[in-house]
Protein backbone atom coordinates (compact mmCIF):
# COMPACT_ATOMS: atom_id res chain seq x y z
CA UNK A 1 0.00 0.00 0.00
CA UNK A 2 1.14 3.19 -0.81
CA UNK A 3 2.12 5.74 2.11
CA UNK A 4 -0.60 8.14 1.25
CA UNK A 5 -3.10 5.63 1.45
CA UNK A 6 -2.69 5.40 4.98
CA UNK A 7 -4.18 7.27 7.48
CA UNK A 8 -1.67 8.03 10.32
CA UNK A 9 -3.33 7.45 13.91
CA UNK A 10 -0.33 7.37 16.22
CA UNK A 11 -1.92 9.49 18.50
CA UNK A 12 -4.94 7.37 18.98
CA UNK A 13 -7.32 10.21 17.76
CA UNK A 14 -9.79 8.37 15.25
CA UNK A 15 -12.62 7.46 16.49
CA UNK A 16 -15.92 5.45 14.93
CA UNK A 17 -19.45 7.23 16.32
CA UNK A 18 -22.81 5.76 15.35
CA UNK A 19 -25.20 8.64 15.03
CA UNK A 20 -28.43 7.23 15.79
CA UNK A 21 -31.24 8.93 13.37
CA UNK A 22 -35.23 8.36 12.46
CA UNK A 23 -37.48 9.34 9.29
CA UNK A 24 -40.78 10.14 10.18
CA UNK A 25 -43.82 12.78 8.99
CA UNK A 26 -43.46 16.31 10.37
CA UNK A 27 -46.98 16.01 11.68
CA UNK A 28 -46.90 13.17 14.21
CA UNK A 29 -48.53 12.19 17.35
CA UNK A 30 -45.85 12.69 19.62
CA UNK A 31 -47.60 10.98 22.38
CA UNK A 32 -47.32 7.74 20.77
CA UNK A 33 -44.48 6.35 21.79
CA UNK A 34 -44.53 2.66 20.46
CA UNK A 35 -44.97 4.01 16.49
CA UNK A 36 -43.05 2.56 13.53
CA UNK A 37 -39.96 5.30 12.11
CA UNK A 38 -37.56 4.64 9.86
CA UNK A 39 -34.53 4.60 12.10
CA UNK A 40 -30.56 4.42 10.87
CA UNK A 41 -27.58 3.80 12.66
CA UNK A 42 -24.95 5.46 10.59
CA UNK A 43 -21.16 5.31 11.57
CA UNK A 44 -18.78 8.22 10.72
CA UNK A 45 -14.79 8.18 11.40
CA UNK A 46 -14.36 11.04 14.34
CA UNK A 47 -10.97 12.90 14.86
CA UNK A 48 -10.91 13.83 18.06
CA UNK A 49 -7.87 14.65 21.19
CA UNK A 50 -10.30 12.53 23.61
CA UNK A 51 -13.24 10.70 23.77
CA UNK A 52 -15.61 13.48 24.95
CA UNK A 53 -14.42 15.67 22.28
CA UNK A 54 -15.42 12.87 20.05
CA UNK A 55 -18.55 12.29 21.00
CA UNK A 56 -19.73 16.55 21.12
CA UNK A 57 -18.11 16.47 17.51
CA UNK A 58 -20.38 13.47 16.38
CA UNK A 59 -23.53 14.81 18.40
CA UNK A 60 -22.99 18.48 16.37
CA UNK A 61 -22.65 16.16 12.97
CA UNK A 62 -25.58 14.50 13.92
CA UNK A 63 -27.56 17.98 14.59
CA UNK A 64 -26.45 19.41 11.05
CA UNK A 65 -27.85 16.46 9.19
CA UNK A 66 -31.40 17.23 10.26
CA UNK A 67 -33.70 18.15 7.38
CA UNK A 68 -37.13 18.38 6.14
CA UNK A 69 -38.43 17.09 2.19
CA UNK A 70 -41.55 16.41 0.95
CA UNK A 71 -42.07 12.49 -0.12
CA UNK A 72 -43.88 10.92 -2.99
CA UNK A 73 -46.95 11.07 -1.04
CA UNK A 74 -46.42 14.43 -0.60
CA UNK A 75 -46.23 13.84 2.90
CA UNK A 76 -44.04 16.45 4.88
CA UNK A 77 -40.71 14.18 5.89
CA UNK A 78 -38.02 14.97 8.30
CA UNK A 79 -35.05 13.11 9.52
CA UNK A 80 -34.37 13.84 13.13
CA UNK A 81 -31.17 12.98 14.90
CA UNK A 82 -31.79 10.81 18.08
CA UNK A 83 -28.46 10.54 19.41
CA UNK A 84 -25.15 8.62 19.74
CA UNK A 85 -25.15 4.99 19.82
CA UNK A 86 -21.62 4.05 20.21
CA UNK A 87 -18.03 5.36 20.51
CA UNK A 88 -15.51 3.44 19.91
CA UNK A 89 -11.75 4.56 19.86
CA UNK A 90 -9.54 2.89 16.90
CA UNK A 91 -6.03 1.53 18.08
CA UNK A 92 -4.59 0.57 14.81
CA UNK A 93 -1.34 3.00 14.61
CA UNK A 94 -2.15 3.00 10.67
CA UNK A 95 -5.59 3.21 9.09
CA UNK A 96 -5.39 1.31 5.77
CA UNK A 97 -6.92 -1.21 3.58
CA UNK A 98 -7.64 -4.29 5.12
CA UNK A 99 -7.44 -3.07 8.77
CA UNK A 100 -9.16 -4.04 12.13
CA UNK A 101 -11.60 -1.28 13.03
CA UNK A 102 -14.11 -3.01 15.41
CA UNK A 103 -14.50 -5.48 16.56
CA UNK A 104 -17.64 -7.40 19.12
CA UNK A 105 -17.03 -9.96 21.91
CA UNK A 106 -20.32 -12.19 21.26
CA UNK A 107 -19.22 -13.68 24.03
CA UNK A 108 -19.04 -17.84 24.66
CA UNK A 109 -21.84 -19.15 22.37
CA UNK A 110 -23.46 -22.49 21.04
CA UNK A 111 -22.27 -22.84 16.99
CA UNK A 112 -25.43 -22.28 15.55
CA UNK A 113 -25.50 -18.96 16.99
CA UNK A 114 -22.18 -18.21 15.80
CA UNK A 115 -23.33 -19.71 12.74
CA UNK A 116 -26.03 -17.01 12.54
CA UNK A 117 -23.78 -14.15 12.90
CA UNK A 118 -22.99 -14.38 9.37
CA UNK A 119 -24.80 -13.43 6.02
CA UNK A 120 -24.46 -14.21 2.56
CA UNK A 121 -22.96 -11.67 0.08
CA UNK A 122 -26.25 -11.37 -1.60
CA UNK A 123 -27.68 -10.32 1.35
CA UNK A 124 -24.84 -8.08 2.71
CA UNK A 125 -24.71 -6.86 -0.92
CA UNK A 126 -28.17 -6.21 -2.38
CA UNK A 127 -29.16 -4.62 1.12
CA UNK A 128 -26.75 -1.45 0.73
CA UNK A 129 -28.74 1.73 0.05
CA UNK A 130 -28.34 4.50 -2.34
CA UNK A 131 -26.20 7.55 -0.85
CA UNK A 132 -29.50 9.50 -1.36
CA UNK A 133 -31.77 9.01 1.54
CA UNK A 134 -33.99 11.37 0.74
CA UNK A 135 -35.89 8.22 -1.10
CA UNK A 136 -39.70 9.62 -2.31
CA UNK A 137 -41.54 6.59 -0.85
CA UNK A 138 -40.51 7.23 2.95
Given at each position: ???????????????I???????E??L??????????????N??????KS??????????????N?????????????W??????????????????????????????????????????S????N???????????
Amino acid sequence: MKENDKISNSKGNWYIVEIIEKCEPVLRNESQDLRRVLTYGNHHLIKAKSPKEAYRKAVKLGKENEYKFINTHQVEMEWIFVGIGDLLPIYEENIEDGCELMWANYGNISNRRANRLVYTESELVDNIKPKNRSIGSV
